[in-house]
């Protein structure tokens, strides 16, 4: 157990919907960061928050969004949902001065 | 970034030792090269990282050329269980910390 707990885990919605996954990172931590990973695709980058702020964005969509709390844990919200966005994302969290970070299960998006 | 190129895929028996290359011959001074694996559809999982001298833990060792262009992973006794992906990547730790940028990796299997 990594310590980072993503919810849901699974999540199943239509094409054109709007879903928001959950992420709370280990205690202590200030960075949060997302990837995506397709069905056969490597882990593709996409946002980083870092206390609050917007730290490093990568290939991230403008239907796609986040932000991290106050109490540091952090949304990614999914818009206009396409059959090319089925998933698994994962979040990950590092604490300050940290070299490593440490990784959620994933939650696994199925557009239909 | 400095880039990283390793094998696509590798055998290994089971009980043996086993030696995932890894070449970064762009590396900067201040980067570490850093070890994560992903066993099928879990979050990646940090393994060891390094700067310039060999680091062992419990999980595996890190041996880094002396001009730190290449390195090697070695897991000295493989089990079934250690059948993942490992991605090898160099990055500059700070205090906000930097995202994990994944490349395509190795994909270990290990048989009995």
Request: overall charge negative; glycine content about 8%; aromatic content about 10%.
């Amino acid at each position: 157990d990594s310590g980072v707990t993503q919810t849901p885990k699974h999540l199943i919605t239509a094409t054109g919907q709007r879903v928001t996954l959950r992420c709370s990172p280990r205690s202590g931590d200030l960075s949060v960061y997302w990837y995506q990973q397709s069905l056969d695709q490597g882990l593709q980058f996409l946002i980083q928050y870092y206390n609050g702020e917007e730290r490093a964005k990568g290939n991230i969509l403008e239907r796609f969004s986040a932000q991290q709390f106050p109490d540091l844990h952090s949304e990614l919200n999914l818009s206009s949902l396409e059959l090319g966005d089925s998933a698994l994302y994962f979040c990950a969290s590092s604490y300050v001065g940290g070299t490593e970070a440490f990784f959620g299960q994933g939650t696994r998006l199925t557009v239909v | 970034d400095a880039k990283t190129t390793q094998p696509p895929s590798m055998d290994c028996a089971e009980g043996r030792a086993a030696n995932l290359p890894c070449n970064h011959s762009t590396i900067s001074g201040n980067e570490y090269v850093y070890w994560y694996r992903q066993i099928h559809s879990q979050g990646p999982q940090y393994i060891i990282h390094g700067l310039k001298n060999n680091e062992t833990n419990e999980m595996a060792s890190l041996i880094i050329t002396e001009d730190r262009k290449s390195s090697t992973l070695i897991l000295p006794h493989a089990t079934l269980r250690d059948t993942a992906v490992y991605y090898c990547f160099v990055r500059v730790p700070n205090q906000a910390g930097t995202a994990l940028i994944f490349g395509k990796g190795t994909t270990l299997s290990v048989s009995s």
